[in-house]
Every structure is written in structure tokens, then in C-alpha cells.
């Protein structure tokens, strides 16, 4: 395996209700695949049940106060903000 991918059925800016593909592929020496399979196998020993690709150790769907805090301990330079790194991030920051 040299990546993975999966599917968003929809998203706000979709005009056409075709939803995307995403695809996660290996770059160089670094191999997401299994790093996500990691994330994959704690997430369902959270809940098998929830839907959802992203939930916290809660199980719940993180928000971007949730998103940002993780996001300045591992960068602090605020030139990267969340909306850029977070589906839905603009609509959340003009929400919040």
C-alpha cells in the first residue's frame, strides 16, 4: 500500500452534487497509509458506531476550538490558520 483515499459525498462549494475522491499517496520515504490505520483502529475502539472519519477520545466531532488549540501546540506560527487546514474551517471561524 502506498496511500489510501476515500470519498465526500458532498461539501458547501459542490455545485454540482458530485462530491470528490480524495487520495492520500505516498511522498518520498514518508507512507501515510499506515499512519491512518492507526488513527482508523483507535477511532473504532472509541465507536464502531459513529460515522463519522474524525471524532475526539470523546467521540466527539472535533470543533475548531478543539482544532486550533491541538493545531498552535504543534505550530504556533499563526500565519497557518485553521481554515485552511479543517473541511468547513471558514464557516466555523465566522460562526465562532
Known amino acids: 500500500d502506498d496511500g489510501y483515499g476515500f470519498d465526500l459525498p458532498y461539501h458547501k462549494a459542490d455545485r454540482f452534487f ?3 475522491k480524495i487520495r492520500i499517496i505516498r511522498r518520498g520515504d514518508f507512507n501515510p ?6 488513527y482508523i ?3 473504532d475502539k472509541i465507536s464502531r458506531l ?3 472519519l ?3 477520545a470523546k467521540n466527539e466531532i472535533p470543533t475548531r476550538t478543539w482544532f486550533m488549540k491541538r ?3 504543534l505550530e ?6 485553521g481554515q485552511s487546514m479543517r473541511a468547513g474551517g471558514a464557516t466555523a471561524m465566522a460562526e465562532d
Not at 504556533?76 to 490558520?81: I, N
Open 33 to 38: 497509509a499506515p499512519v491512518f490505520r492507526r
Open 18 to 20: 458530485e462530491g470528490n
Open 50 to 52: 459513529n460515522p463519522f
Open 76 to 81: 504556533p506560527d499563526e500565519q497557518f490558520a
Open 41 to 43: 483502529v483507535s477511532r
Open 54 to 56: 474524525w471524532v475526539t
Open 71 to 73: 493545531l498552535r501546540r
